[in-house]
T-cell receptor
Framework: GENVEQHPSTLSVQEGDSAVIKCTYSDSASNYFPWYKQELGKGPQLIIDIRSNVGEKKDQRIAVTLNKTAKHFSLHITETQPEDSAVYFCAAIPNTDKLIFGTGTRLQVFP | GAGVSQTPSNKVTEKGKYVELRCDPISGHTALYWYRQSLGQGPEFLIYFQGTGAADDSGLPNDRFFAVRPEGSVSTLKIQRTERGDSAVYLC???????????FGPGTRLTVL
């Protein structure tokens, strides 16, 4: 079955710097790759997603890139702000509808 | 509009007891998912409903876990003879037909003493 690996597990950046989180997946049939932000005590919040027919997608300060050949995708956050601090999860959907999540990245943005 | 809601937000029970966790999906969403999240880990799939039927229950860990969605809207996750290892946050998500986007509720934190 699908396996999603995520790096790094923790990431600390200064406010205004960029943050990059990387994920790899194993199932070449996966065709949908969402990113979720989870704050303490809350459920995961969908922040951006990308489908397999697209290489890059941007939404204001966040962007996601996908390399299907290498089976990896990345989340890029520019001009980070303290409110970006949270745990971020990547995920993939193989031929089924269930999300397979990575292990999460704890992002801390210091003012 | 209203998002996915889950009740209770917290549930403390004793080992061996029965619990029910409820999920109210976004109105009109035909697909409903249950996931379980242990501390420091990503959510893990339990079961997926399309309408009233369970389309995939391959993530249920054993036969103590059961879920229903009798009218194709609200779903209840039922856990019998709870064990300490069942302690986790149980998350519910919903999506509309033909759309992969899954929207999560706030979760129910289950603690088995």
């Amino acid at each position: 079955g699908e396996n999603v690996e995520q790096h790094p597990s923790t990431l600390s950046v200064q406010e205004g710097d960029s943050a990059v989180i990387k994920c790899t997946y194993s199932d070449s049939a996966s065709n949908y790759f969402p990113w979720y932000k989870q704050e303490l005590g809350k459920g995961p919040q969908l922040i951006i997603d990308i489908r397999s027919n697209v290489g890059e997608k941007k939404d204001q300060r966040i962007a996601v890139t996908l390399n299907k050949t290498a089976k990896h995708f990345s989340l890029h956050i520019t001009e980070t702000q303290p409110e970006d601090s949270a745990v971020y999860f990547c995920a993939a959907i193989p031929n089924t509808d269930k999300l397979i999540f990575g292990t999460g990245t704890r992002l801390q943005v210091f003012p | 509009g209203a998002g996915v809601s889950q009740t209770p937000s917290n549930k403390v029970t004793e080992k061996g007891k029965y619990v029910e966790l409820r999920c109210d999906p976004i109105s009109g969403h035909t697909a409903l998912y249950w996931y379980r999240q242990s501390l420091g880990q990503g959510p893990e799939f339990l079961i997926y409903f399309q309408g009233t039927g369970a389309a995939d229950d391959s993530g249920l860990p054993n036969d103590r876990f059961f879920a229903v969605r009798p009218e194709g809207s609200v779903s209840t996750l039922k856990i019998q003879r709870t064990e300490r290892g069942d302690s986790a946050v149980y998350l519910c998500a919903s999506s509309s037909t033909g759309n992969n986007e899954q929207f999560f509720g706030p979760g129910t934190r289950l603690t088995v003493l």
